[in-house]
């Protein structure tokens, strides 16, 4: 079946560092894609999204890089802060069909 | 609203007892989901809602579990004879219903003893 995974389960870095977050997905179908950060007791929260039509986003700090042939794609945080310390989650859609999400990857931000 | 609400935030209730969870989700968006997370996991889908509809309900763990849309808006997902493995984190999202766009609520904590 379909799923979309995540290569670490925790990354740790320092407070300034550049981050970057793995993920893979299985289903070719799958042509929109989005970067979620969860804290604590709260819903998912949107962080960018990218059409497999692209292959970069940047938006506010944060990068999503994606690569179709080897179905991978990646967030990267420029000049990590301890506000970013949370789960990350990458999540895949095909059009009109329901998003399917990672486990999810730890960030700890040591100041 | 401005987001999407998901009511009660947390719900205990005894192992066999009916729950019903409410999601309102953002103003004109079509399509609705629900998700159910567990600790550490990502969030599990459960039904999807376009309209009043179910587009795709092929989620749901058991006939236990049962949801609505009837006008359009406000879905309630509702959980008989409840067990204690149902305990988790009942999310809801919202989109405008072309693929993108998913905004999520808080989530309800079911929590069933």
């Known amino acids: 079946g379909e799923s979309v995974g995540l290569h670490l389960p925790t990354l740790s870095v320092q407070e300034g560092d550049n981050s970057i977050i793995n993920c893979a997905y299985s289903n070719s179908a799958s042509d929109y894609f989005i970067w979620y950060k969860q804290e604590s007791g709260k819903g998912p929260q949107f962080i960018i999204d990218?059409?497999?039509?692209?292959d970069k986003r940047q938006g506010q700090r944060v990068t999503v890089l994606l690569n179709k042939t080897v179905k991978h794609l990646s967030l990267q945080i420029a000049a990590t802060q301890p506000g970013d310390s949370a789960v990350y989650f990458c999540?895949?859609?095909?059009?009109?069909?329901?998003?399917?999400f990672g486990t999810g990857t730890r960030l700890l931000v040591s100041p | 609203g401005a987001g999407v609400s998901q009511t009660p935030s947390n719900k205990v209730t005894e192992k066999g007892k009916y729950v019903e969870l409410r999601c309102d989700p953002i103003s004109g968006h079509t399509a609705l989901y629900w998700y159910r997370q567990s600790l550490g996991q990502g969030p599990e889908f459960l039904i999807y809602f376009q309209g009043t509809g179910a587009a795709d309900d092929s989620g749901l763990p058991n006939d236990r579990f049962f949801a609505v849309r009837p006008e359009g808006s406000v879905s309630t997902l509702k959980i008989q004879r409840t067990e204690r493995g149902d305990s988790a984190v009942y999310l809801c999202?919202?989109?405008?219903?072309?693929?993108?766009?998913?905004?999520f609520g808080s989530g309800t904590r079911l929590t069933v003893v």
């Open positions: 999202a919202s989109s405008p219903g072309q693929g993108y766009g998913y905004t």
């Open positions: 990218i059409r497999s039509n692209m």
């Open positions: 999540a895949g859609a095909g059009f009109f069909q329901k998003l399917v």
